[in-house]
């Protein structure tokens, strides 16, 4: 692959939007196992074979329906719901006793949940299911409960989620663009309630976030992103540099089909073929265009170059293309309707549309993961999302990567780009 450091505009000038593709990287920090069993399932999800009742309405439906999470939240800490106040119900809350009630105990938790009669014999708020749960099930419910203080990660609250996001404002335009559109993306997506009922908020400091969009101790300003698409706890965004190799030679194979690898080359040179893929240094490849013929025909495909800005421009007038990858190109002429608005710099849009796409396969992920937030359980549903068709970067598979890359022609003699989608099988 060919990671170029600029992304050639319309007229084959080089812009700033390099080798910069967000991806998702863990704050891993130490997370408490949560408690197992049922009385977890009942918490977080309801039971199939567990019914609720709902005085309010006079209806009875299955527990599924109502899981206590779903008002009480993943942490257990309460807050409102339909306008109703929600008490926080962690055990180590109800087991103290208060001057209104005395502590609850497994039986005193059962008669709540069964009949919503308190300790003290008062009656609860008929907002509260009333659910239909057997004694025997006391035991786990509460252990459910003593976890749920626990069971939080770091930067996860009751109503927040804390993500890590590079720094505006700090003379990186990178950067700058990268915060814009997380910024655009985070505030619709918390005007829709959130994720489960907390909100997304971005922060600059990742040691205090969930998960992070930016290295873990590393200046905004280096804002160096790309090796986390490989890190174990991330979504795999990139695809295999193998397949993108093999992408790639059957390109270069298309226009001539003797088109073979070379990793060597040297002035006066002739190759057997019409086309190449190369894989040397890029100083050889200067050496062996000057070389060239002015008038005969070559078509090299690079791999895993990264391309300084301004290195194409310096090569001499040749009847020959130069071919790279890049998982940000091309860019299609309408701009997405998402970033409608943003004052997007010249040749911006292509950092612009990734970060969309990083920030898409968050919110995928962390809904997967449920109300219970934590490392273990956003890694295992991050894994797990399926294949998802993201425009206009095509299929996501979050084990294999991208579905496709750009391809870019840069022609030596016209000093044109020609771009278009290459498919990674």
Partial sequence: MCWPRSIPAADGRHRDAGRFLPALLLVLVPVHAGADGLGRTLYEQGLDDLTARLEVADLELPSTRVPCAGCHGAAGAGGREGGVAVPAIQWQRLARPLASRPAYDERSLVTALRDGIDPAGRKLHP??????????LAPDIVAALRQLELSTAKGVTADTI????????????RA??????????????????????????????PTTAFASVARPGASAAV??????????????????????????LAAARADDPVADRLDILAPGDRPSAS??????PLSALQRFLTDWPD????????????????????????????????????????????????????????????AWLGASLLEQALRATGRRLDVERFTAAARGLPPTDIP???????????SRVGLARFDLAKRTVERRWLPVP
């Fill in 392 to 402: 206009p970067f095509g299929r996501v598979d979050p084990q294999r990567g991208l």
């Fill in 275 to 280: 086309a190449i893929v190369f894989g040397g």
């Fill in 223 to 248: 804002l160096d992103l790309w090796p986390l698409v490989e890190a174990p706890s991330a979504f795999r965004l990139l695809p295999d540099p193998a397949s993108v190799e093999r992408a790639v």
């Fill in 176 to 205: 700058t663009i990268v915060r814009l559109v997380l910024e655009r993306y985070v505030e619709g997506l918390n005007a829709k309630g959130g994720i489960y009922g907390r909100a997304i908020a971005l922060v600059d400091d």
């Fill in 127 to 136: 907002a509260m299911p009333r659910y239909a749960v057997p004694d025997s």
């Fill in 295 to 354: 008038d005969e025909p070559l078509d090299v495909y690079l791999l895993d170059q990264r391309l300084e800005n301004g290195f194409l421009e310096s090569l001499p007038r040749r009847a020959v293309g130069i071919h790279w990858t890049h998982p940000l190109l091309p860019v299609e002429a309408i701009p997405m309707a998402e970033l409608a608005g943003l004052d997007l710099a010249a040749g911006a849009e292509p950092i612009a549309r990734a």
């Fill in 162 to 173: 804390r993500i890590a996001a590079p720094a505006s404002g700090n003379g990186d335009a």
